[in-house]
């Protein structure tokens, strides 16, 4: 699981950078989906090990696991009131989360395989 928290801390690494591209907040920041910056982070944590569990479990390839991440956030956290509806959403935000799940996706790939090697 080490690999799903490579990809989790490269996020955080990224975030500024994130915002900077979004004009502010993130919608699907940690913090704003658990309540505090604590538990945005115990969030990100654990659900990056659920991912990287769910990885290591089907294998399948790296695109098709992002694509999957991507549309299944896009859908379910706006359902559940996780994040705000996506219309509230500037555009770029749901490029910005693509491509902020296929950098998660990169790093524990990358890692993943390293480790196996």
Do not use: D, N
């Amino acid at each position: 699981m080490i690999s799903a928290l490579a990809g989790a801390a490269a996020l955080y690494a990224v975030a500024p950078l994130e915002r900077a591209i979004y004009g502010g907040p993130l919608p699907y920041e940690p913090r704003f989906i658990a309540g505090s910056t604590a538990k945005g982070i115990a969030a990100r944590l654990a659900y990056a090990t659920v991912l990287g569990t769910l990885y290591r479990a089907l294998r399948p390839p790296p695109i098709a696991f992002a694509s999957a991440v991507w549309m299944f956030e896009l859908v379910a956290m706006p359902a559940v009131g996780a994040v705000a509806p996506l219309r509230q959403w500037k555009p770029r935000g749901i490029a910005l989360l693509a491509l902020h799940v296929a950098l998660f996706t990169a790093v524990m790939v990358s890692c993943e395989k390293r480790s196996s090697s």
